[in-house]
T-cell receptor
Framework: DAGVIQSPRHEVTEMGQEVTLRCKPI?????LFWYRQTMMRGLELLIY????????DSGMPEDRFSAKMPNASFSTLKIQPSEPRDSAVYFC???FGQGATGELFFGEGSRLTVL | GESVGLHLPTLSVQEGDNSIINCAYS??????FIWYKQESGKGPQFIID?????DKRQGQRVTVLLNKTVKHLSLQIAATQPGDSAVYFC???????????FGRGTSLIVHP
């Protein structure tokens, strides 16, 4: 039974480059979340989709960040241009239900290093 | 213990001891709480949940206690094992709307 699948697991890039992180939620889940985790800030919610529609993107840091969910089985988080302060682990999580009243199922994360 | 949004505390225990991890939540309207465990290099995983109409819930070796009066949540782990070493997060869910809020986490280190 596949869980939430994220790719790439690790990405090292140079400042100014475009970064695209990918997520495949658990089949049947209709809520998807992107989180960023750093030692300084902990787990920060970036954006929340319900039924492929962005519901809350107030956590997206700035215009350099964008997220899409073209269908129920795929989402992307894009950073363009990337900066060293974007270095973090980015998690995707999915759940079932309006407003995700149940538990979140997290992927293994994508560790991003921007040099 | 830990408070939502503050520094990451560390709890060190000996194998076999009981562990208590604390969480002070912020929203009095929160009606559902979840504890997650995050092992190194992995995403957080669900451990146990509790609704606000309860003050205690038990799982296998874990117990969650909820004190709504002082907005405090605790996770008790019985007979702690080295495999319990991880960062533990509490999540609160306010009723009526959904913005998941995680605490910074508590690092549990179990010494064999």
């Amino acid at each position: 039974d596949a869980g939430v699948i994220q790719s790439p697991r690790h990405e090292v890039t140079e400042m100014g480059q475009e970064v695209t992180l990918r997520c495949k939620p658990i089949s049947g889940h209709n809520s998807l979340f992107w989180y960023r985790q750093t030692m300084m800030r902990g787990l920060e919610l970036l954006i929340y989709f319900n039924n492929n529609v962005p519901i809350d993107d107030s956590g997206m840091p700035e215009d350099r960040f964008s997220a899409k969910m073209p269908n129920a089985s795929f989402s992307t988080l894009k950073i363009q241009p990337s900066e060293p302060r974007d270095s973090a682990v980015y998690f995707c999580a999915s759940s079932f239900g309006q407003g995700a009243t149940g538990e979140l199922f997290f992927g293994e994360g994508s560790r991003l290093t921007v040099l | 213990g830990e408070s939502v949004g503050l520094h990451l505390p560390t709890l060190s225990v000996q194998e076999g001891d009981n562990s208590i991890i604390n969480c002070a939540y912020s929203n009095s309207a929160s009606d559902y709480f979840i504890w997650y465990k995050q092992e190194s290099g992995k995403g957080p995983q669900f451990i146990i949940d509790i609704r606000s109409n309860m003050d205690k819930r038990q799982g296998q070796r874990v117990t969650v206690l909820l004190n709504k009066t002082v907005k405090h949540l605790s996770l008790q782990i019985a007979a702690t094992q080295p495999g319990d070493s991880a960062v533990y997060f509490c999540e609160e869910k306010p009723g009526g709307s959904y913005i998941p809020t995680f605490g910074r986490g508590t690092s549990l280190i179990v010494h064999p």
